[in-house]
């Protein structure tokens, strides 16, 4: 079972041009999946943290633009948004007035680089999915760019392994589907592999800031990065507090044995803690996926553990084909990069708005992040204009962007003044629609709402 599995799978690693230190990191992980490593994280062994918050932080204006003048930037922008109906890169989605998430980011982060006197390197870790669509997309802005350091760097790969028995799945009629990525947390192996962290080093970064792609909340702040320089901390996430919508989410807490941060994810709680999982008055914060790391804590912390920096395990089981539940059940092994926190000693979280967290997973995010919520400013920072509402697509109608795009022709509703909006059944919105307070769509059949309606609480 194990040997052989393993060599079958460092042989079609190698044969494929795998990066030698990704190769040796998946070995890590194959070994410990092999030996009946499961990730779980008891509740028995972790106690709620608290975190100091970022509205309580002072720092001078000097402080943190010299701060953001040592920070590169790295966008999380290997995911297609499969679950959305996608087969391009998720961040060339629409999303603001003929502009995507790729446009959005780049103009966020020039901006920043006028306003601080920065040079703020943007980089893209890409998906050999993502990495064509995605550097055609910014093409259009030719001054992003820095000198010496590349716009965007691979995310490795991996073999799909069969669950029986740990073997590298055969796949013939789409063999792109053998392969998966392993999770944002080969970030630290990619940056390493590439070369790309002691360039950053050697052209005097010292810090990252690293956020997914998704979120246009993420943006490089300045204040942020004057904290962190100050704090010197090796290693730190932005966290928020936990809603209703997070209860099935990972969230932070503290290991009793060591006193170390970790980041539990849903996927590391067996169904007996769930519960406590779902807790928020006991476990009340959760990840933004924003983080900051400081570069030579990484290289060296990475240089001490041979280049496998020993994230816990994520054991994910899907089907082989994603779209076929009658294809083989397969393992991925996947590590997330937020867990990091827990290798470095004096690694901090803190606390900041909701305005840093926009995580676009579902078109339900997609229409709030389309709507006239948000104002956009010269800055190309998303400024809620009002109390986020909530909103609740029906999944059989709008679950995929094709579907939702058809039914939002004229755009997004006004939900400025929105509670909360509720969509059973085939709607099709025409032309300025007004939501006010909390509105429930329901219907047998197809309904269009006429232009210009203004749908109120009964």
């Not at 060599?7 to 079609?12: L, P």
């Not at 990619?190 to 052209?203: E, K, P, V």
């Not at 702040?221 to 010197?232: L, P, V």
Request: include cysteine; aromatic fraction near 6%; charge should be negative.
């Amino acid at each position: 079972m194990s040997s052989a599995g393993l060599d079958r799978a460092r042989t079609k690693m190698s044969d494929a041009g795998i990066d030698p230190v990704a190769i040796e990191t998946f070995a890590h992980y194959y070994r410990l999946l092999e030996h009946g490593e499961t990730g779980m994280i008891p509740e028995s062994s972790i106690e709620p943290i608290d975190s100091e918050s970022l509205a309580d932080v002072d720092v001078d204006d000097e402080t943190a633009s010299a701060a953001l003048r040592t920070t590169a930037v790295i966008k999380l922008n290997g995911g297609l948004g499969t679950s959305m109906g996608m087969e391009r890169a998720k961040s060339l989605l629409c999303v603001r007035k003929g502009m995507s998430f790729l446009d959005v980011i780049a103009r966020q982060v020039l901006h920043l680089r006028r306003d601080h006197d920065a040079p703020l390197p943007l980089m893209f870790m890409n998906s050999f999915r993502t990495s064509a669509d995605t550097m055609d997309a910014l093409a259009r802005y030719a001054d992003l760019p820095v000198d010496g350091l590349p716009l965007e760097f691979l995310q490795n790969r991996e073999p799909k392994l069969l669950v029986d028995d740990l073997t590298p799945v055969s796949w013939g009629r789409e063999p792109d589907l053998e392969w998966c990525p392993p999770g944002h947390g080969d970030l630290y192996t990619a940056l390493r592999g590439t070369g790309l962290l002691q360039t950053l080093i050697d052209r005097g970064y010292e810090r990252v800031f690293v956020s997914n792609s998704d979120n246009l909340g993420a943006v490089p702040d300045a204040r942020i990065a004057g904290w962190f320089a100050r704090a010197g901390t090796p290693f730190a996430i932005e966290a928020v507090r936990r809603t209703p919508s997070d209860r099935k989410g990972g969230h932070f807490a503290r290991r009793k044995s060591d006193g170390r941060i970790v980041l539990r994810e849903t996927a590391q709680t067996s169904k007996e803690d769930q519960a406590a999982l779902a807790d928020l008055d006991r476990h009340r914060f959760c990840s933004t996926n924003n983080l900051w790391f400081d570069l030579r804590a990484m290289s060296e912390a990475l240089d001490a553990r041979h280049g496998i920096l020993g994230l816990p395990l994520i054991r994910n089981v899907k089907h082989v084909d994603p779209a076929d539940p009658s294809s083989p059940e397969v393992i991925q092994i996947e590590t997330a990069m937020g867990a990091a926190i827990e290798v470095f000693e004096g690694a901090r979280t803190i606390e900041v708005g909701r305005d840093r967290f926009v995580p676009v997973k579902t078109t339900n995010d997609l229409l709030v992040l389309r709507s006239d919520v948000y104002d956009v400013g010269n800055d190309f920072v998303l400024d809620p204009a009002s109390d986020i509402p909530f909103v609740d697509l029906d999944p059989d109608y709008y679950k995929m962007v094709p579907e939702f795009e058809r039914r939002f022709p004229e755009g997004a509703p006004s939900l400025r003044r929105a509670t909360s909006l509720t969509v059973s059944g085939d709607w099709t919105f025409g032309a300025d629609v007004k939501v006010v307070g909390d509105v429930k769509l329901r219907t047998g059949a197809a309904e269009r709402v006429a232009p210009g309606s203004v749908l109120e609480h009964d």
